[in-house]
Nanobody, 122 residues
Framework: QVELAESGGGSVQAGGTVTLSCQAS????????VAWFRQAPGSTRERLAA???IGAESKKGRFTVSRDTAKNTLSLQINNLQPDDTAIYYC????????????????????WGPGTQVTVSS
């Protein structure tokens, strides 16, 4: 069983950069697919960036994901924040097993953090 906890959210000015962190406990996420999602009010949860179990990255534009295996953490850097980026941001992990294609469907992920709110003001 993996437990995830996000941190680093808050209020940010447009044009700024934020780095979110996700601390995993209970088991390692070093060999898992991992990802960041977000969900804005009235919208579905969308995947922003992901890493396969061998570290291959899939991402959208301004979102960069990284993993620190030694610390068992996952990070997300978002550049040039815009008001449309206002949302709750979630980290997700799959069960520890070989995973080459991180799913985009949020229903296919095994573990979720409670989320962290990012609010971008213009």
């Amino acid at each position: 069983q993996v437990e995830l906890a996000e941190s680093g959210g808050g209020s940010v000015q447009a044009g700024g950069t934020v780095t979110l962190s996700c601390q995993a406990s209970g088991d390692t996420i070093g060999d898992s697919c991992v990802a960041w999602f977000r969900q804005a009010p009235g919208s579905t949860r969308e995947r922003l960036a992901a890493l396969s179990s061998i570290g291959a990255e899939s991402k959208k534009g301004r979102f960069t994901v990284s993993r620190d295996t030694a610390k068992n953490t996952l990070s997300l850097q978002i550049n040039n924040l815009q008001p449309d980026d206002t949302a709750i941001y979630y980290c997700a992990a799959a069960r520890p097993r070989p995973c080459m294609n991180p799913p985009t469907n949020p229903g296919l992920w095994d573990y979720w953090g409670p989320g962290t709110q990012v609010t971008v003001s213009s």
